[in-house]
């Protein structure tokens, strides 16, 4: 698995397998690549309200929050760090330590951002 972005509102999630490890990452950058999506930030880089969705057994709260930092844990901070979301508050009520899993529920929820 990769999380790839550009910290200035891009980001994506992308999945590989390959002989060696090397073929598997390359193959999940390119995914990745593929994958990306915007997302609207606010001017304190944060989201512009509050967000749910689920993946597979994983389900993710987004929700923005002036000033306090990147409070995540798990795959959500790392999707949101290359994201460059750094002001929002997370919740993950998760029935999985699937990281995959958490990972593309952040995706999906930053999505439905997107789309209002």
Do not use: C, Q, W
Not at 94 to 100: D, P, Q, V, Y
């Amino acid at each position: 698995m990769v999380v790839l972005g550009d910290r200035k509102g891009r980001v994506g999630v992308g999945l590989g397998k390959g002989a060696d490890t090397a073929l598997a990452v390359d193959k999940a950058t390119r995914d990745a690549k593929r994958n990306l999506i915007s997302i609207p930030r606010t001017d304190s880089h944060s989201i512009p309200h509050e967000v749910r969705a689920k993946y597979a057994a994983a389900l993710v709260e987004l929700m923005p929050s002036k000033g306090r930092g990147l409070v995540a844990g798990s795959a959500v901070r790392t999707v949101l760090d290359f994201g460059g979301v750094t002001d929002i508050v997370t919740k993950l009520h998760s029935r999985t330590k699937n990281k995959l899993a958490i990972a593309r529920a952040t995706i999906a929820a930053l999505t439905k951002l997107a789309k209002k």
